[in-house]
Each structure stands twice: as C-alpha cells, then as structure tokens.
C-alpha cells in the first residue's frame, strides 16, 4: 500500500501576517495587488529564499488576485528566486557594456570553479550564480552583485579571491 504524502500548509507567521496585513490595508479596497512586491519579498525570505508555485499561489489568494498575476510578476524581475538558490548568489550582470570585457568569461568561470551550470545551486547549497540584466554600473565592467554589494572590474583571480571569502564569511545577500 502506497501512502499519501502529508503537505504542510502554507501561512505566515503570525508576526508576518500582521505585518502582511498592515502593508495590504495601505491601498484602498480593489488596489491591494498594489501591495504585491513587498509583499513577495517578504514571502521569499519566510518560505526559504524562493517562491513555489505554492507560494505564489498563498500570496495570489492573499491579495484576493489570480495566481498568473503574481506568476507574472514574479518571473520578471531577477530579485525573486523561482527555484532554490544558495546561501550565496552570485549576480554578473551580462548586458552589453559589461559582456564587451569579458562578463560571458566571467560567467563561465564561475561555473567551471564551482562546477554548475547558471541558476543551479552548488551541491552544498553556498552558491548559485546568476546572469542578471544591467546592474547599472556600466564603468566598472565586467562585475557583480552579491547581496546589496557591487564587486567590480572582475578578474579570475579576483573571482577566487571572493569566493575564498565568501566561503569563510558568506555576506548577508537577502
């Protein structure tokens, strides 16, 4: 006999969903989805650092809004993780003026020193790394973004350096 998986249901802390409350009770009634991009991030942060279709199906229902609303939203922008991701992402931006000196290389790289592929996470769980659109800092070429901190000018040398850090001290990046 085959048993039934349990599932835990998804909810909030009681602490978040006050506060998940008082974010919504902002906007007027009809306008909540106005909520929605804090409201996100705080549902990656409390449901492991990405956002399930389950996740996203909870904060949907939440806001009183479709499922592909949030869907949609949420694969949009590079800040939500739709899959897991680990303790420490990597974020190289990979646009034009940052692939011109050697983004893609330093995007390959990475791989080959961690041995992933681009969104995978390292076995681990310390690292993903992540091709990301314009991070804005075009004069510093090629660099990335790891948590609220910019590295930039980067070399493969400079990449392993980081890396040795963030392996002894991994920064705060969520």
Known sequence: MTSVPQFTPIS?????????????????EGKQKSALLRILHIAQKEFGDWLSPEVMDYVADLLKIQP???????????????????????????????????????LQYIERKLGITVGQPTPD??????GVECLGACGYAPMMQVGEKYYEFLTESKIDQLIEEFRQNPPETR
Request: net charge neutral; proline share 5%.
């Open 125 to 130: 769980g310390m690292f993903t790394v992540r």
């Open 68 to 106: 592909i609303e949030v869907y949609e939203v949420a694969s949009f922008y590079t800040m939500y993780n739709l899959k897991p991701v680990g303790k420490v992402l990597l974020e190289v931006c990979r646009t034009g003026p940052c692939c011109t000196v050697g983004a893609e290389r330093i």
């Open 12 to 28: 909030f802390s009681a602490e978040t969903m006050a506060d998940v409350q008082r974010i919504i009770a902002m906007f007027p």
